[in-house]
């Protein structure tokens, strides 16, 4: 019998009555097994799945400027061994010499340290941070919102589903933020002593590159159009790329974050020590940890040779050549150049750099929805 005490004024059980007027949709007042929510497990897996919430404006704030603090994060603790790995990939003759060699990344870095000191090792950050910090919170703002759409129920959290929604994520990011990428590439690429590296003499080298003489009012608005044309040099192998990268990363995590919260491994992975499958509930700092870098190592191998296409087209009009080749004519010049082993140069600091890099994203973004109360 239901005690007077929790029986509303419309008859029904008080809980009920909660449930009922709450902001939860009916079509998630279950949890995955059937129970109803009054079980704190339904709680916690309507709570996951409330696409209403995640939909209103404070929660893609709130998620943006978590996504955004954790790519600056992210990327400050390894911006040194960006700027070695983009000069390697980029066939730098003054590092060529370095490049697959077993302490090459530290006689690189030692060499710039040696010629412009600690900021040498950061040339190029501030245009980083500059980029990525809407980059990482524009990918993470609409993996959350895709993801909401296409996995709404517990039993469409499928590999299919997830992979698009990171890769839909990443693309979208990298459409909105790439000139500052390129920008940032050309930055970390300059070495020569007798000139300092600047943000705006950059600029206008983009903008002026190749850009065909004057000659009437249609030439002037080519010469506009292929200077802006410039700052999305890469940019097809770069979507390419996005594709593999991000939906796998977004992939991996979620699937490590499957296993981790298993029964088996729960008691020593998620923070409260259960078996749930609810996404808010944290998981330890080393199981966090773990998971974004195993997210952060598959997907780099399974989008690096694009990578490696993608800085060398970027930086094609510093090159004494001042070509622009297609992505096709790149990859067969790395081929003739170096074979299949130059599609992967580089890829050894890339691993030293992906893993803490994507660790440290996830957590920080992870743990900052808790302080921001998402």
Not at 4 to 12: D, K, L, P
Not at 114 to 130: E, R
Not at 217 to 245: C, K
Request: net charge positive; aromatic share 10%; charged share 20%.
């Amino acid at each position: 019998m239901i005690p007077a005490s929790s029986i509303s004024s419309s008859g029904m059980p008080a809980s009920k009555t909660s449930v009922r007027n709450s902001n939860i949709s009916p079509t998630l007042l279950e949890s995955s097994n059937g129970d109803d929510v009054g079980h704190p497990e339904g709680l916690r897996v309507a709570k996951a799945y409330d696409v209403e919430r995640t939909h209103s404006s404070d929660y893609i704030l709130r998620s943006g400027f978590a996504g955004g603090l954790a790519g600056c994060a992210a990327k400050s603790i390894i911006a040194p061994l960006d700027r070695v790995k983009i000069l390697f990939q980029t066939s730098s003759p003054e590092f060529a010499k370095y490049s697959g060699t077993r302490m090459g990344v530290w006689r690189a870095a030692h060499q710039i340290y040696s010629q412009n000191g600690v900021l040498g090792l950061f040339q190029g950050h501030s245009a980083t941070l500059l980029r990525i910090f809407p980059y990482a919170a524009i990918k993470f703002v609409v993996y959350e919102q895709i993801r909401s759409v296409l996995i709404s129920r517990p039993e469409q959290e499928t590999n299919v589903r997830r992979v698009l929604s990171g890769s839909l994520a990443g693309v979208t990011s990298v459409f909105f933020t790439y000139p500052l990428e390129l920008i940032r590439v050309r930055l970390a690429y300059e070495t020569r002593k007798d000139q300092r590296a600047s943000f705006v003499r950059i600029c206008k080298q983009i903008l002026n590159e190749g850009k065909p003489a004057p000659s009437s009012s249609g030439g002037r608005w080519i010469r506009n159009w292929r200077g802006l044309h410039n700052f999305y040099r890469g940019f097809s192998p770069t979507l390419l790329g996005m594709l593999p990268y991000a939906g796998v990363s977004f992939w991996t995590h979620d699937t490590i974050h499957d296993i981790f919260r298993s029964q088996l491994l729960a008691p020593y992975a998620v923070a409260d020590g259960s078996s749930s499958s609810d996404r808010h509930v944290p998981l330890t700092v080393w199981a966090q940890l773990t998971a974004g870098g195993l997210a952060g190592m598959v997907s780099q191998t399974a989008s690096y040779p694009l990578e490696v296409v993608r800085r060398r087209m970027q930086v094609g009009g510093t090159l004494k050549e001042k070509k622009f080749p297609g992505i096709w004519s790149t990859a067969r010049v790395i081929w003739l150049e170096h074979g299949f082993r130059g599609f992967f140069v580089g890829l050894t600091i890339g691993y030293i750099k992906v893993i803490p890099m994507v660790s440290c994203s996830f957590f920080v973004y992870e743990r900052m929805k808790i302080v921001l109360g998402i």
